[in-house]
Protein backbone atom coordinates (compact mmCIF):
# COMPACT_ATOMS: atom_id res chain seq x y z
CA UNK A 1 0.00 0.00 0.00
CA UNK A 2 0.53 3.34 -0.96
CA UNK A 3 2.36 5.42 2.52
CA UNK A 4 1.38 8.57 1.31
CA UNK A 5 -1.18 10.41 -0.13
CA UNK A 6 -1.00 12.11 -3.52
CA UNK A 7 -0.76 15.69 -1.97
CA UNK A 8 2.29 14.19 0.15
CA UNK A 9 -0.02 14.08 3.20
CA UNK A 10 1.19 12.10 5.90
CA UNK A 11 -1.02 12.96 9.03
CA UNK A 12 -0.64 14.98 12.00
CA UNK A 13 0.37 14.90 15.60
CA UNK A 14 -2.40 16.22 18.01
CA UNK A 15 -0.51 17.83 20.96
CA UNK A 16 -2.44 20.19 23.48
CA UNK A 17 -1.89 23.64 25.61
CA UNK A 18 -2.74 21.49 28.51
CA UNK A 19 -3.98 17.96 29.30
CA UNK A 20 -7.85 17.61 29.30
CA UNK A 21 -8.37 19.72 26.46
CA UNK A 22 -10.05 17.89 24.02
CA UNK A 23 -6.72 15.95 22.03
CA UNK A 24 -8.52 13.08 21.89
CA UNK A 25 -11.88 14.36 20.67
CA UNK A 26 -9.68 15.86 18.19
CA UNK A 27 -7.35 13.35 17.00
CA UNK A 28 -10.56 11.00 16.56
CA UNK A 29 -12.39 13.22 14.77
CA UNK A 30 -9.72 13.65 12.34
CA UNK A 31 -9.03 9.86 11.73
CA UNK A 32 -12.94 9.21 11.55
CA UNK A 33 -13.13 12.18 8.76
CA UNK A 34 -9.59 10.77 6.79
CA UNK A 35 -11.23 7.30 7.87
CA UNK A 36 -14.20 8.40 6.12
CA UNK A 37 -12.35 9.93 3.08
CA UNK A 38 -11.30 6.27 2.09
CA UNK A 39 -7.61 6.64 3.13
CA UNK A 40 -5.97 4.08 4.97
CA UNK A 41 -5.76 5.81 8.59
CA UNK A 42 -3.73 4.62 11.64
CA UNK A 43 -4.48 6.08 14.83
CA UNK A 44 -1.34 5.76 18.02
CA UNK A 45 -1.67 7.15 21.27
CA UNK A 46 2.27 6.55 22.03
CA UNK A 47 2.13 6.37 25.86
CA UNK A 48 -0.65 6.54 28.19
CA UNK A 49 -1.03 7.16 31.60
CA UNK A 50 -3.77 6.28 33.74
CA UNK A 51 -4.92 3.51 32.31
CA UNK A 52 -7.46 1.41 32.83
CA UNK A 53 -7.31 -2.17 34.33
CA UNK A 54 -7.44 -4.88 31.87
CA UNK A 55 -6.45 -8.73 32.16
CA UNK A 56 -3.74 -8.29 30.59
CA UNK A 57 -1.63 -4.49 32.80
CA UNK A 58 -3.93 -1.64 31.75
CA UNK A 59 -5.31 -0.20 28.57
CA UNK A 60 -5.86 3.50 27.26
CA UNK A 61 -8.82 4.72 27.11
CA UNK A 62 -7.52 7.48 24.67
CA UNK A 63 -6.27 4.80 22.65
CA UNK A 64 -9.57 2.93 22.92
CA UNK A 65 -11.55 5.73 21.75
CA UNK A 66 -9.13 6.60 18.61
CA UNK A 67 -9.30 2.65 17.48
CA UNK A 68 -13.01 2.27 17.81
CA UNK A 69 -14.31 6.13 15.66
CA UNK A 70 -11.53 5.37 13.03
CA UNK A 71 -12.66 1.81 12.71
CA UNK A 72 -9.06 0.51 12.87
CA UNK A 73 -8.38 -3.04 13.05
CA UNK A 74 -4.66 -2.68 14.28
CA UNK A 75 -3.66 -4.53 17.52
CA UNK A 76 -3.72 -2.34 20.93
CA UNK A 77 0.20 -2.95 21.10
CA UNK A 78 0.91 -0.74 18.27
CA UNK A 79 -2.24 1.87 18.80
CA UNK A 80 -0.73 2.15 22.67
CA UNK A 81 2.63 0.40 23.01
CA UNK A 82 3.00 1.95 26.32
CA UNK A 83 0.33 2.50 28.98
CA UNK A 84 0.95 3.38 32.71
CA UNK A 85 -1.46 3.04 35.94
CA UNK A 86 -0.72 6.24 37.67
CA UNK A 87 -2.87 9.21 35.83
CA UNK A 88 0.70 11.42 36.33
CA UNK A 89 3.18 12.26 33.72
CA UNK A 90 4.96 8.77 31.88
CA UNK A 91 8.22 9.43 33.91
CA UNK A 92 6.58 9.61 37.36
CA UNK A 93 4.32 6.83 36.78
CA UNK A 94 7.08 4.82 35.00
CA UNK A 95 9.24 5.64 38.21
CA UNK A 96 5.50 4.48 40.49
CA UNK A 97 4.81 1.20 38.59
CA UNK A 98 9.39 0.76 38.80
CA UNK A 99 9.26 0.10 34.78
CA UNK A 100 11.60 1.65 32.07
CA UNK A 101 9.83 3.68 28.92
CA UNK A 102 10.89 1.95 26.73
CA UNK A 103 10.79 4.83 23.72
CA UNK A 104 12.22 2.10 21.23
CA UNK A 105 8.95 -0.09 21.29
CA UNK A 106 7.04 3.53 20.46
CA UNK A 107 9.23 3.64 17.51
CA UNK A 108 9.14 0.60 16.26
CA UNK A 109 5.41 0.85 16.76
CA UNK A 110 4.73 3.30 14.59
CA UNK A 111 7.16 2.61 11.34
CA UNK A 112 4.60 -0.22 11.30
CA UNK A 113 1.76 1.52 11.22
CA UNK A 114 3.03 4.20 9.08
CA UNK A 115 4.10 1.87 6.74
CA UNK A 116 0.92 0.28 6.79
CA UNK A 117 -1.40 3.48 6.53
CA UNK A 118 -1.56 6.14 4.14
CA UNK A 119 -2.20 8.76 6.89
CA UNK A 120 -1.64 8.82 10.99
CA UNK A 121 -3.28 9.70 13.84
CA UNK A 122 -0.94 10.31 16.78
CA UNK A 123 -2.68 11.57 20.01
CA UNK A 124 0.27 13.26 22.39
CA UNK A 125 0.48 12.91 26.09
CA UNK A 126 -0.38 16.43 28.10
CA UNK A 127 1.65 19.00 26.08
CA UNK A 128 4.59 19.41 24.52
CA UNK A 129 7.12 19.58 27.47
CA UNK A 130 5.83 16.64 29.15
CA UNK A 131 8.92 14.66 30.01
CA UNK A 132 9.00 10.59 28.94
CA UNK A 133 12.10 9.97 30.08
CA UNK A 134 15.85 10.06 28.90
CA UNK A 135 15.79 13.47 28.63
CA UNK A 136 13.49 13.74 26.11
CA UNK A 137 9.76 15.46 26.18
CA UNK A 138 6.92 14.69 23.74
CA UNK A 139 8.12 17.82 21.33
CA UNK A 140 11.28 14.99 20.61
CA UNK A 141 8.88 12.45 20.13
CA UNK A 142 6.68 14.52 17.61
CA UNK A 143 9.87 15.90 16.35
CA UNK A 144 10.87 12.33 15.65
CA UNK A 145 7.35 11.09 14.03
CA UNK A 146 7.70 14.16 11.50
CA UNK A 147 4.29 14.94 11.75
CA UNK A 148 2.74 18.66 11.77
CA UNK A 149 0.75 19.84 15.04
CA UNK A 150 -2.27 20.03 15.45
CA UNK A 151 -2.52 22.37 18.69
CA UNK A 152 -5.84 22.39 20.58
CA UNK A 153 -6.73 24.89 22.69
CA UNK A 154 -9.47 25.74 25.49
CA UNK A 155 -11.76 28.62 23.93
CA UNK A 156 -11.59 31.09 27.10
CA UNK A 157 -9.92 33.29 29.08
CA UNK A 158 -6.23 31.98 29.26
CA UNK A 159 -5.90 30.41 26.34
CA UNK A 160 -3.63 32.67 23.92
CA UNK A 161 -0.48 32.55 26.57
CA UNK A 162 -0.71 28.80 26.72
CA UNK A 163 -1.09 28.85 22.91
CA UNK A 164 1.66 31.18 22.29
CA UNK A 165 3.99 29.03 24.82
CA UNK A 166 3.27 25.83 22.84
CA UNK A 167 3.56 27.49 19.43
CA UNK A 168 6.87 29.11 21.09
CA UNK A 169 8.17 25.92 22.05
CA UNK A 170 7.00 24.04 18.25
CA UNK A 171 8.46 26.56 16.83
CA UNK A 172 11.92 26.41 18.37
CA UNK A 173 12.45 23.03 17.65
CA UNK A 174 11.52 23.26 13.95
CA UNK A 175 8.13 21.57 14.86
CA UNK A 176 6.03 22.57 11.67
CA UNK A 177 1.99 23.39 12.97
CA UNK A 178 -0.57 22.76 10.66
CA UNK A 179 -3.18 24.15 12.71
CA UNK A 180 -4.67 25.49 16.18
CA UNK A 181 -8.09 23.89 17.19
CA UNK A 182 -10.32 25.70 19.56
CA UNK A 183 -12.12 22.72 21.70
CA UNK A 184 -15.37 23.23 23.77
CA UNK A 185 -16.32 26.42 22.31
CA UNK A 186 -20.45 27.41 24.14
CA UNK A 187 -21.88 29.65 21.91
CA UNK A 188 -24.27 30.37 24.61
CA UNK A 189 -21.89 31.26 27.83
CA UNK A 190 -19.35 32.84 25.08
CA UNK A 191 -17.73 36.40 26.51
CA UNK A 192 -15.70 38.54 25.22
CA UNK A 193 -12.56 36.19 25.23
CA UNK A 194 -14.38 33.58 23.77
CA UNK A 195 -15.12 35.38 21.20
CA UNK A 196 -11.79 37.11 19.86
CA UNK A 197 -9.50 34.60 20.76
CA UNK A 198 -9.10 32.72 17.27
CA UNK A 199 -8.47 36.08 15.97
CA UNK A 200 -5.78 37.15 18.86
CA UNK A 201 -3.70 33.53 18.35
CA UNK A 202 -3.51 34.29 15.00
CA UNK A 203 -2.43 37.89 15.09
CA UNK A 204 0.03 36.81 17.60
CA UNK A 205 1.03 33.28 16.72
CA UNK A 206 0.95 33.79 13.15
CA UNK A 207 -0.67 30.50 13.10
CA UNK A 208 -4.26 29.86 11.36
CA UNK A 209 -6.95 28.43 13.73
CA UNK A 210 -8.24 25.81 11.48
CA UNK A 211 -11.44 24.94 13.56
CA UNK A 212 -13.00 26.32 16.62
CA UNK A 213 -15.46 22.95 17.73
CA UNK A 214 -18.56 22.99 19.83
CA UNK A 215 -19.27 21.86 23.36
CA UNK A 216 -21.05 18.76 22.26
CA UNK A 217 -23.10 16.62 24.66
CA UNK A 218 -23.47 13.34 22.26
CA UNK A 219 -19.54 12.99 22.26
CA UNK A 220 -17.74 11.56 25.16
CA UNK A 221 -14.40 9.50 25.10
CA UNK A 222 -15.19 7.56 27.65
CA UNK A 223 -18.18 6.35 26.36
CA UNK A 224 -16.66 6.21 23.12
CA UNK A 225 -18.81 8.75 21.27
CA UNK A 226 -18.40 10.96 18.79
CA UNK A 227 -21.07 13.78 18.05
CA UNK A 228 -22.08 15.02 14.68
CA UNK A 229 -21.59 18.56 15.88
CA UNK A 230 -17.24 18.22 16.17
CA UNK A 231 -17.39 16.27 13.30
CA UNK A 232 -18.82 18.86 11.39
CA UNK A 233 -16.67 21.98 12.98
CA UNK A 234 -13.58 19.89 11.82
CA UNK A 235 -14.80 18.37 8.33
CA UNK A 236 -12.88 21.63 6.50
CA UNK A 237 -9.51 21.38 7.94
CA UNK A 238 -9.31 17.78 7.40
CA UNK A 239 -9.99 18.30 3.65
CA UNK A 240 -7.74 20.79 3.29
CA UNK A 241 -5.34 19.30 5.14
CA UNK A 242 -5.60 16.19 2.96
CA UNK A 243 -5.73 17.89 -0.03
CA UNK A 244 -2.45 19.99 1.11
CA UNK A 245 -4.40 23.18 0.42
CA UNK A 246 -3.57 25.78 2.71
CA UNK A 247 -5.44 26.38 6.47
CA UNK A 248 -7.74 28.97 5.90
CA UNK A 249 -7.15 31.36 8.93
CA UNK A 250 -10.54 31.53 11.12
CA UNK A 251 -10.49 35.55 11.21
CA UNK A 252 -13.14 36.70 9.02
CA UNK A 253 -15.40 33.70 9.06
CA UNK A 254 -17.26 34.35 11.90
N1 LIG B 1 -16.15 19.22 22.17
C1 LIG B 1 -16.46 18.44 23.21
N2 LIG B 1 -17.74 18.22 23.54
C2 LIG B 1 -18.05 17.44 24.62
N3 LIG B 1 -17.14 16.84 25.41
C3 LIG B 1 -15.87 17.04 25.12
C4 LIG B 1 -15.44 17.83 24.01
N4 LIG B 1 -14.10 17.83 23.97
C5 LIG B 1 -13.69 17.11 25.01
N5 LIG B 1 -14.73 16.61 25.71
C6 LIG B 1 -14.68 15.79 26.91
O1 LIG B 1 -13.75 16.44 27.79
C7 LIG B 1 -12.88 15.48 28.37
C8 LIG B 1 -11.44 15.80 27.96
O2 LIG B 1 -11.30 15.65 26.55
P1 LIG B 1 -10.15 14.76 25.93
O3 LIG B 1 -10.09 13.45 26.63
O4 LIG B 1 -10.32 14.73 24.45
O5 LIG B 1 -8.89 15.66 26.34
P2 LIG B 1 -7.35 15.30 26.17
O6 LIG B 1 -6.65 16.59 25.87
O7 LIG B 1 -7.21 14.20 25.22
O8 LIG B 1 -6.97 14.82 27.65
P3 LIG B 1 -5.70 13.93 28.09
O9 LIG B 1 -4.60 14.92 28.34
O10 LIG B 1 -6.18 13.26 29.34
O11 LIG B 1 -5.37 12.96 26.99
C9 LIG B 1 -13.35 14.12 27.90
O12 LIG B 1 -14.24 13.61 28.88
C10 LIG B 1 -14.11 14.41 26.62
O13 LIG B 1 -15.13 13.48 26.36
MG1 LIG C 1 -6.44 12.31 25.52
Known amino acids: MADHTATGFRGVFVTGTDTGVGKTVVAGALARLWAAAGLSTGVMKPIAT ?36 APVAPTAAARAAAVALDLGRVAEAFEVLRRRHQVMVVEGIGGLLVPI ?85 RTGVEAGRLGDLVIAALAPLAQALAAGRPVRPWTGRT
Do not use: Q
Open 133 to 217: GGGFFVADLAARMALPLIVVARPGLGTINHTLLTLDVARRRGLAVAAVVINGYRADEAGLAERTNPEEIERAGGVPVGAVAPWDE
Open 50 to 85: GGVKAPRGYVSLDARFLVAVSGSHDPPELANPICLE
